[in-house]
């Protein structure tokens, strides 16, 4: 029988792939661990990138306007619903860092269902790759497991006792760095954990040595050091 070669793949035909249970598979994509896509035709979309005009305060900076066909990402908590209920209505959808696109028309936004979510060729590679996922007859682990808990982190000898938000800003920083992009910008990273800091030094500035756990290329980027446990 003659394969072709896909852009994009159903969920369904993943399942099979993987030899993995539908439940498994929406695990994986309500917590953002596979990025889930839609294929649009002819939304209206904004396009365009966040600028920090103040310390703290970003603006949107639009950049392409028009009408859309194709394929966007969608966010995970709008994955989570489409998985859950069937469908979801959303005027948003995922981007790289610092950047947005949203629907400009239809004004409410589109509904997307359950059915018409689609995964990528590369992102279904790059998940293959990360979880260990692959054909049916490949060694595999079914990712089961709770995600990590950053409240206690080693680092050599020292142990780092952290509270809610540092935990989040070090598993937003673990993350990036799983993914390929260790930098992350610190005020990007302090909003996302829900901080009202800044800066990070006044947000670990009770972590004594904290600045080993996680680094500063003195551009106003941050790593973590992986080297923890």
Known sequence: MARIE??????????????????????LAENGLLKVSVRLYGVRLEQGCYEEV????????????????????????????????????????DTPERRY???????????????????????????ESRHGLGAIGRTREVITEKRHDFSQVALG?????????QA??????????????????GKVVLAEAGSCCTRMSDLFKTQSGWRKLIQSD????????????
């Open 218 to 229: 003195r551009r106003g980027r941050y790593r973590l050091n992986m080297e923890f446990s």
């Open 101 to 127: 696109c949203m629907v400009r028309q239809p004004e409410e936004g589109i509904v997307i269902r359950k059915d018409e979510l689609v995964v990528r060729r590369d992102e279904r590679d790059r998940a």
């Open 6 to 27: 896909k852009d994009y793949f159903a969920l369904d035909e993943l399942e099979e792939r993987w030899g993995m249970a539908h439940r498994d598979l929406v695990y």
């Open 54 to 93: 103040e310390e703290g305060q970003w603006c949107s900076i639009p950049e392409e306007y028009g009408v859309f066909h194709g394929l966007q990402d969608v966010r995970a908590q709008d994955a989570y619903r489409a998985l859950r209920e069937g469908a979801v209505r959303t005027g948003w959808f």
């Open 157 to 165: 000898d020292h142990v780092y006792m952290l509270g809610p938000i």
């Open 168 to 185: 989040r800003v070090v598993g937003i920083l673990h993350r990036a760095a799983m993914d390929g992009s260790p930098w992350r910008h």
